[in-house]
């Protein structure tokens, strides 16, 4: 889990050197990719229509391959968050009322909840894609500088890169603890001990975690940190975001007028 937590966090590179979109995309302001994400996934999650979901599809899909990062990489990130909400998709079917496709162990499947379940599909998948697109490429300092001047609280972007660096280092102490417990001969198995043994693996990470954060915290106040950012580079929007945040805002009322027109 912290392994997959790890490389979904990580930012993804294009799989070319920089030129055309990648080079464009690369220049954009990190507020304005943050600012069309949003506006994205908004406008996304508020279709209805299944034609116009698949197009919210396709415009990710297109997104994806004009900044030429690894497809099947991103894909297989994707395929990550497919996984959290397949069992919800598949139960929907047979949640919602409607007409009758067929009747498994005596619960009834509709067409009704099909479509509900391809709808949230399908949304989830295009959201993620352009946010793993405009989000996931930005460095997590760049991310984070970028949170701050659009006055997301400092809380919260201090929160997020603490855990984006730190995961990796909690996911190493418990790989490291996973192996002195090998060494000592543990198999584990269906009893008691093997229960207990991860009760206190857990706790004693939970202790070590704690014991980081305290020395973290130290070293950070013999540097001078005082809970304030600094930034060291400035953003300015230039003529190529402006230009950027109107073609994304024509593909939104695309998006909003395809899916009124097909209802």
């Known amino acids: 889990?912290?392994?997959?937590?790890?490389?979904?966090?990580?930012?993804?590179?294009?799989?070319?050197?920089?030129?055309?979109?990648?080079?464009?995309?690369?220049?954009?302001?990190?507020?304005?990719?943050?600012?069309?994400?949003?506006?994205?996934?908004?406008?996304?999650?508020?279709?209805?229509?299944?034609?116009?979901?698949?197009?919210?599809?396709?415009c990710a899909l297109l997104l994806l391959l004009l900044a030429r990062l690894p497809v099947r990489r991103t894909l297989k990130r994707v395929a990550m968050m497919d996984s959290f909400i397949f069992?919800?998709?598949?139960?929907?079917?047979?949640?919602?009322?409607?007409?009758?496709?067929?009747?498994?162990?005596?619960?009834?499947?509709?067409?009704q909840g099909l479509a509900r379940a391809i709808e949230i599909g399908l949304t989830?998948?295009?959201?993620?894609?352009?946010?793993?697109?405009?989000?996931?490429?930005?460095?997590?300092?760049?991310?984070?500088?970028?949170?701050?001047?659009?006055?997301?609280?400092?809380?919260?972007v201090h929160?997020?890169?603490?855990?984006?660096?730190?995961?990796?280092?909690?996911?190493?102490?418990y790989l490291r603890l996973r192996a002195a417990m090998k060494v000592r001969g543990f198999r584990p198995g269906t009893n008691w001990h093997t229960y207990r043994s991860f009760g206190y693996l857990v706790g004693m990470m939970l202790v070590r975690a704690i014991d980081r954060s305290?020395?973290?915290l130290s070293a950070m106040k013999c540097r001078g940190f005082t809970g304030r950012l600094m930034l060291l580079q400035e953003f300015r929007l230039g003529a190529a975001d402006w230009r950027f945040a109107a073609l994304a805002g024509l593909a939104c009322a695309a998006l909003l007028g395809l899916d009124m027109t097909w209802r």
Request: proline residues 9%.
């Open 159 to 173: 929160l997020m890169m603490f855990n984006i660096r730190y995961v990796e280092v909690l996911r190493a102490e």
């Open 214 to 216: 305290e020395r973290v």
């Open 1 to 58: 889990m912290s392994h997959s937590f790890s490389q979904a966090a990580a930012p993804l590179d294009p799989a070319t050197p920089p030129g055309g979109f990648p080079a464009v995309l690369e220049r954009l302001d990190p507020r304005m990719r943050i600012a069309v994400a949003c506006l994205f996934a908004v406008v996304t999650v508020a279709l209805s229509g299944l034609p116009a979901l698949t197009a919210a599809l396709a």
């Open 87 to 111: 069992f919800i998709l598949a139960l929907l079917p047979f949640t919602v009322p409607g007409d009758v496709i067929f009747t498994l162990w005596g619960f009834p499947a509709t067409w």
């Open 124 to 156: 989830a998948n295009a959201v993620v894609l352009v946010l793993l697109v405009l989000v996931g490429t930005l460095e997590p300092v760049t991310l984070g500088h970028a949170l701050y001047r659009m006055k997301v609280p400092e809380t919260l």
